[in-house]
């Protein structure tokens, strides 16, 4: 592994996010009380102790596209703009992978985005950092391209094993972005972005054929914590920030055990951190993009508000963005 150590990527640029949206299934599925899952009874109470009371549950017809179009929409209005403007379309996702075709170029059709270059990617719940990272880098390398829509979207729920104590904390959802390169003129701007990868530890979470049940190792938790702390002190320290100088840490949420250790490990205080674990479960690659989403609507989040990003997931890719909203 390695650590780097130049100047921020994308500070002077010109790029920033200038919509965002979401979309949760229909389905809110409550934890209150006794829950009987996967033909599993489990007590009151055992959704409080991993920090989920409730989350969103795909029915069939919501689909990965499905969801990716309605975030992508969202996001699009956000930001002013009409979907054929779109240059790029960027779709990260790991829960519904499938051979041929991509499913980007169908969000892309059905948006109006006609012109707009569109492909998946993957690396697991760091997906969204790795969309934004590759967006980033594509708009900046064609002098003609000036827009992208970013978009998340996992059904997680599919991934948890019945019987299992994953089906009370893997929901499912969408979130989306606009990333632009112009004139701010507000202030926001993408500042920063890292994704790195230890492969040796490649295989601590597994999805496999033929079920797809998550089956993560008992060294998950330690390797999360130490991961998003590093990611967070690379950032910072290549901008010459402290962990007071931000306004949040919007991560991809884990569980409680990962939350506690990260916020520890930064010092950093509890009202700074922010997920909607609690209401909408880990929602995999969608998780950071959703949150931002909820939160600017509901007001939590302002315009302006210096953020960093955290995530981690299998492959072991582990990174982050800095920006301003």
């Given amino acids: 592994m390695h650590t780097r150590t130049e100047g921020s990527t994308w500070t002077g640029s010109g790029l920033r996010f200038s919509g965002f949206g979401h979309y949760f299934p229909r389905e809110l599925r409550s934890h209150q ?10 007590p009151p109470g055992a959704a409080d102790e991993l920090g989920v009371r409730s989350l969103h549950v795909a029915a069939e017809d919501e689909t990965v596209e499905y969801m990716a179009v309605r975030a992508a929409r969202a996001a699009l209005e956000d930001a002013g703009h009409a979907a054929e403007d779109t240059d790029l379309v960027v779709l990260a996702n790991w829960t519904d992978r499938q051979w041929i075709p991509e ?10 985005a006609h012109g707009a270059l569109a492909f998946d990617v993957c690396g697991a719940c760091t997906g ?6 590759i967006a980033a880098s594509m708009l900046t390398a064609h002098p003609g391209w000036r827009r992208a829509v970013v978009v998340a979207a996992d059904r997680f ?8 104590r994953g089906q009370l904390v893997f929901g499912d959802a969408a979130g989306a972005v606009v990333l632009e390169k ?14 790195d990868c230890d492969s040796t530890q490649a295989d601590t979470v597994a999805a496999r054929p033929p079920e797809g049940w998550l089956r993560p190792r008992p060294e998950l938790i330690d390797l999360a914590v130490g991961s998003s702390l590093r990611v967070a002190g690379d950032v910072l320290e290549r901008n010459g920030l402290k962990t007071s100088d931000l306004d949040w840490l919007v991560p991809h ?29 880990n929602t995999g690659c969608a998780s950071i993009p959703i949150a931002l989403s909820e939160y600017l609507r509901t007001g ?12 981690v997931g299998s492959g072991w890719y582990f990174g982050g963005l800095l920006y301003r909203l």
């Fill in 300 to 311: 939590v989040l302002h315009r302006g508000d210096l953020v960093l990003s955290t995530a």
């Fill in 33 to 42: 009380g006794e829950v009987t899952l996967g033909g599993r009874t489990y």
């Fill in 253 to 281: 949420p884990g569980n409680n055990a990962i939350h506690a250790g990260v916020r520890d490990g930064l010092d950093l205080p509890r009202e700074k951190f922010l997920t909607n674990f609690a209401t909408r479960g």
């Fill in 182 to 195: 112009g004139d701010p003129g507000d202030g926001s701007a993408l500042l920063d972005s890292v994704l």
């Fill in 157 to 164: 729920s599919h991934r948890a094993r019945p019987g299992t």
């Fill in 128 to 133: 969204f950092v790795h969309g934004v990272q």
């Fill in 103 to 112: 499913i980007a170029p169908g969000v892309a059709t059905a948006l109006g």
